[in-house]
């Protein structure tokens, strides 16, 4: 016999009372499958809930991610410019000081961690991935403010130096010819002999006829033919101590005593002399004693 619950309605008017009935087991099956219609309505609400969150997130990420992908890249293209400023101002400072004959103007001493400190190579290396964007923005507005400080110091240095243009003018600072650098300065083997000898000069490869220039003010001191096997050759006398030698021409179109000014040409390249071909020999003196001409050459580009 089967099981039956019967539901009785009752209504409040004087009408029969309405009754349903349903098999116990069939009702049971509805309620099961309800009820696991509305859990899996419950857990899909929850997953969807998740999911949107989730997506809303990610696309937070994506756009920081994105921010600061952007902004490591601006900051490595500030550290390069910031590299290559650095590198320039210490290059052309460093000459400036050897010109001036001082250990270092005021300028220099001013500005922090210009002798050391520094990690420019460091700086300009390829930032960590875990790297702190807001400690990278602190390093790099420290470094923009030494890039303003030395530009300041740069400004200083020139106004330092343009108030001694008299000693600039008379200091060789160019290349007394264009060609190419064959010997340098210093100890070498003499070519004709072998014995190690010092050099007290550079020597420039450069075809006979070549324009040879005075590479500062001054007067022509004396020229002549040999003076050591360097045949025909010019001195000149640029004052505060500089005097500068040309030798190996092939002409000279000066005399002793005749004013020149830097890039006046003085003679011709040529081979005359002790030489194994042609080339300009050229030294740079500085109260009587031979130092390396390069130290003093502010043209950057080479011959």
Do not use: C
């Not at 293209?77 to 910031?82: F, G, I, P, S, Y």
């Not at 360097?230 to 005097?243: A, I």
């Not at 130290?295 to 580009?301: F, R, S, V």
């Amino acid at each position: 016999m089967k099981d039956y619950l019967s539901i009785w309605i009752i209504p409040k008017e004087d009408a029969s009372p309405r009754v349903y009935s349903i098999e116990r087991k069939k009702l049971k099956r509805i309620l099961v499958v309800a009820g696991i219609a509305v859990l899996a309505g419950l857990v899909m609400f929850v997953d969807y809930l998740g999911l949107s969150f989730r997506r809303a997130r990610l696309k937070m990420l994506e756009s920081e991610n994105l921010k600061l992908k952007n902004t490591v890249v601006k900051l490595q293209k500030d550290a390069q410019e910031l590299h290559f400023k650095l590198s320039v101002f210490k290059d052309y400072a460093k000459k400036l000081n050897t010109i001036a004959g001082l250990e270092a103007p005021y300028a220099l001493r001013e500005v922090g961690g210009i002798g050391g400190g520094l990690d420019i190579g460091a700086i300009t290396k390829p930032l960590p991935a875990n790297t702190d964007p807001q400690k990278v923005v602190v390093k790099m507005k420290k470094l923009k403010k030494m890039a303003q400080d030395l530009d300041v110091n740069f400004e200083i240095l020139y106004k330092f130096f343009k108030e001694q243009q008299d000693l600039l003018s008379s200091t060789p600072s160019i290349w007394p010819t264009r060609g190419y650098l064959t010997s340098g300065f210093g100890y070498r083997r003499d070519p004709f002999t072998g014995r190690r000898m010092f050099h007290k000069g550079i020597d420039i490869s450069a075809p006979i006829g070549q324009k040879v220039y005075v590479t500062a003010k001054g007067i022509v001191l004396r020229t002549g033919y040999q003076r050591g096997g360097l045949g025909r050759w010019v001195e000149v006398d640029h004052g505060f101590g500089f005097t500068t030698f040309y030798g190996h021409l092939s002409r000279i179109l000066v005399k002793p005593g005749q004013r020149v000014k830097r890039g006046d040409v003085i003679g011709y390249v040529g081979s005359s002399g002790r030489s194994t071909g042609p080339h300009l020999h050229y030294e740079v003196h500085v109260y009587g004693k031979a130092v390396n001409p390069l130290l003093y050459i502010l043209e950057n580009l080479g011959i």
